[in-house]
Nanobody, 132 residues
Framework: QVQLVESGGGLVQAGGSLRLSCVAS????????MGWFRQAPGKEHEFVGA????????????SVKGRFTISRDNARDNAKNTVYLQMNSLKPEDTAVYSC?????????????????????WGQGTQVTVSS
């Protein structure tokens, strides 16, 4: 079992930045890949990006590439067990509920990471609103 809790959402002006956090508990954090998805009102779940178990590899949707960065803190000594989504140069179309998810089977990240069905555990989400 993996429990995920997101935080860091809020209201920001276009061009601004936000950093989302997702704290994981349960299974050993470094044993699974992590992804971020978003869902805007009336739209389907959209893949944002993913990070490998070690944090060495990342994979992003074209819509956020160059603006968003995913990182993770696997360090056992501080037990942060956190994945981050740094969002820069935000646009009104980035407005959505952002959720993190855990993929306990992925050995690497890539195109398959964009499939929501690959993720077994999901957080509740945090709202990000970008005003124009």
């Amino acid at each position: 079992q993996v429990q995920l809790v997101e935080s860091g959402g809020g209201l920001v002006q276009a061009g601004g930045s936000l950093r989302l956090s997702c704290v994981a508990s349960g299974r050993t954090f470094s044993s699974y890949a992590m992804g971020w998805f978003r869902q805007a009102p009336g739209k389907e779940h959209e893949f944002v990006g993913a990070i490998s178990r070690s944090g060495i590899s990342t994979f992003y949707a074209d819509s956020v590439k160059g603006r968003f960065t995913i990182s993770r803190d696997n360090a056992r000594d501080n037990a942060k067990n956190t994945v981050y989504l740094q969002m820069n140069s935000l646009k009104p179309e980035d407005t959505a509920v952002y959720s993190c998810a855990a993929d306990v089977s992925a050995l690497r990240v890539g195109a398959r990471s964009s499939w929501a069905k690959e993720y077994k555990y999901w957080g509740q989400g945090t709202q990000v609103t970008v005003s124009s």
